[in-house]
């Protein structure tokens, strides 16, 4: 069965611009999960949804934000983009607490 | 809150060399522990699991971890390391019930051949 699908893979966007990002969960799992991933810090939770709703969330500024819709497609926002948003961003998808399968990530570079 | 800790950054084996990699987790409740790799180019994927019942977890690959409440514990093990070993590894919990998985930090392992 296809894999969670991230889309754009890769990005660079300007300080001050917002970026969305996409992820496709493995057909069947209704759980999907955002981290962001650095050197510096390894991998922060950002935002847990399962058939709709956000069930948890890191400690992020409002600045991220995320959605989850009917198909479970989810997309996260990230809007007035700081240097420091540079990261690898990973979607992880789950059906009945079995662990994650996660994606390619989309890596966003912001200049 | 919940933490993971992984207690080596790098480690350098040569190939047949046995692997003990240290995880320990913070939370003080019942707890769902997991290891994945990630290898070079590839994406995280899950190498083990426990939720509950035996505490030696088996996975892929021949790994294997175990899970010691006392000590707050759940090390990834592996009797004889191949070149093919060389990734970097992540121990991660969540809360039984819970909607958030933290993980540690990550150790590079590197196998020379």
């Known amino acids: 069965k296809a894999g969670v699908t991230q889309t754009p893979r890769y990005l660079i966007k300007t300080r001050g611009q917002q970026v969305t990002l996409s992820c496709s969960p493995i057909s069947g799992h209704r759980s999907v999960s955002w981290y962001q991933q650095t050197p510096g810090q390894g991998l922060q939770f950002l935002f847990e949804y399962f058939s709709e709703t956000q069930r948890n969330k890191g400690n992020f500024p409002g600045r991220f934000s995320g959605r989850q819709f009917s198909n479970s497609r989810s997309e996260m926002n990230v809007s007035t983009l700081e240097l420091g948003d540079s990261a690898l961003y990973l979607c992880?998808?789950?059906?009945?607490?079995?662990?994650?399968?996660f994606g390619s990530g989309t890596r966003l570079t912001v200049v | 809150a919940q933490s993971v800790s992984q207690h080596n950054h790098h480690v350098i084996l040569s190939e047949a060399a046995s692997l003990e990699l240290g995880c320990n987790y913070s939370?003080?409740?019942?707890?769902?522990l997991f290891w994945y790799v990630q290898y070079p180019g590839q994406h995280l994927q899950l190498l083990l699991k426990?939720?509950?019942?035996?505490?030696l977890v088996k996975g892929i690959k021949g790994f294997e971890a175990e899970f010691i409440k006392s000590k707050f514990s759940f090390n990834l093990r592996k009797p004889s390391v191949q070149w093919s070993d060389t990734a970097e590894y992540f121990c991660?919990?969540?809360?039984?019930?819970?909607?958030?998985?933290?993980f540690g930090a990550g150790t590079r392992l590197f196998v020379k051949a």
């Open positions: 992880a998808s789950s059906g009945q607490g079995n662990g994650y399968t």
């Open positions: 939370y003080g409740g019942t707890v769902n």
């Open positions: 991660a919990s969540s809360e039984a019930g819970g909607f958030k998985t933290i």
């Open positions: 426990y939720f509950s019942g035996d505490p």
